[in-house]
């Protein structure tokens, strides 16, 4: 029997996201989980019967995916700011959930929405998660180089977004929900509220 999810709950806005898409696609389409990490959302994208490409930078995350032994999680270790190695409109779905935002050049994070693009197929679903550049947490840290970024006290870069500066951004996509989603949160050390943008999109080539 394969691992249930157990401690490695999937995060609620990806459950979102597929409740909103189940009537949409089949359950065998491929969805591509950006920045997998260990798999918390692979894992539950597997169990709803989805083929899912789980995909990150970090070979040793990677290989804790394969130990789990699913058929239909792909796993695959590149640089998101590189040519992907998938064909071209390939995926019927893309989830991004607070990966591209630890991208540290605005000229990487160009490079991985072209290529989101490019590998999502015509009419597929893309779920875009972010940091709000007015979260509590954020607010706190000293800001970076570029607009509504911040450095964390560990050092790492992240960029937040306003609404206008995420509408912009991802203007090449057909924005189908965009939501500013706000929730009590612990981290570093630090109880805060947390306010995220929860953001669905679709490839329309004609539009």
Partial sequence: MLPSIGAMKPSEGVIKFIDFIKQRVGFNSAVIDIGAGKGRNSIYLAEERFEVFAVDFIQTAINSIDRLGYKNIHTHVFDLTEKW???????????DCFSSIDIDTSQGRIN????LFRTLKNGGYALI?????????????NHGAEKNSTIWPTGKFQKNYDENELKDFYKGFKILKLELQEKPAFKLGQNYTARNFWLVLQKNEKS
Avoid: H, I, Q
């Avoid at 991985?112 to 290529?115: F, W």
């Avoid at 998660?129 to 840290?141: A, G, I, K, P, Q």
């Fill in 85 to 95: 190695p998938f064909d071209n409109d390939f995926f019927d779905l893309a989830v």
């Fill in 112 to 115: 991985y929405r072209n290529e």
């Fill in 129 to 141: 998660m972010v940091v709000s550049n007015d979260d509590e947490l954020e607010s706190t840290f």
